[in-house]
């Protein structure tokens, strides 16, 4: 079986990750962003284990600095300022 880097990468696997990743209440401005990070660092360890059992990461490339980068592009963030700042829709967003 060939690496999931090979076919896709780490970035395709996430795009293609459950919505529940994304989740809605993940979003919001509630003054409860250190535990929204917390939360987003848990799915970002549960999405790369996930991936771990499946097909192997880029060589070089090891669990710690996967959840890092998965952990950073499940930032709210990136949806904030695509959607909010850039116009783009939700379902632009989520299709992207």
């Not at 090979?6 to 962003?33: C, D, I, N, W, Y």
């Not at 987003?40 to 059992?53: E, G």
């Not at 192997?56 to 909010?84: I, S």
Request: charged share 25%.
């Amino acid at each position: 079986m060939k690496p999931a880097y090979h076919s896709f990468g780490l970035v395709g696997t996430f795009k293609r990750a459950p919505k529940s990743f994304a989740a809605p209440s993940l979003l919001g401005a509630s003054g409860s962003s250190a535990i929204h990070a917390q939360e987003r660092l848990q799915a970002a360890r549960l999405f790369v284990d996930n991936l771990l059992t499946k097909e192997p990461l880029k060589p070089g490339l090891d669990r710690d600095t996967a959840v890092d980068v998965m952990w950073t592009y499940m930032a709210t963030e990136h949806f904030r300022r695509l959607v909010r700042d850039r116009g783009w829709s939700a379902d632009r967003y989520d299709h992207c």
